[in-house]
């Protein structure tokens, strides 16, 4: 199965806004406030994507 260009150009997007974020991610501390810096984080990149996304869709 091809991969589209719209799928390559998604998993590119998605590993930049994942590079930007990767800091807080790779800490193994597990107590409440990295638990909770991580969630924010990862929320900060579905929002970023998902913003992306749709920017696209209008264009």
Do not use: G, H, P
């Not at 998604?10 to 638990?35: G, P």
């Not at 969630?39 to 990149?45: I, L, M, P």
Request: hydrophobic fraction near 40%.
């Amino acid at each position: 199965m091809e991969k589209c260009y719209a799928e390559e150009k998604e998993i590119s997007l998605l590993i930049e806004i994942i590079e930007k974020y990767k800091d807080v991610q790779i800490y193994k501390r597990t107590d409440y406030a990295m638990i909770t810096k991580k969630n924010e984080a990862w929320n900060r990149v579905a929002e970023l994507f998902n913003s992306a996304a749709m920017e696209s869709l209008l264009l």
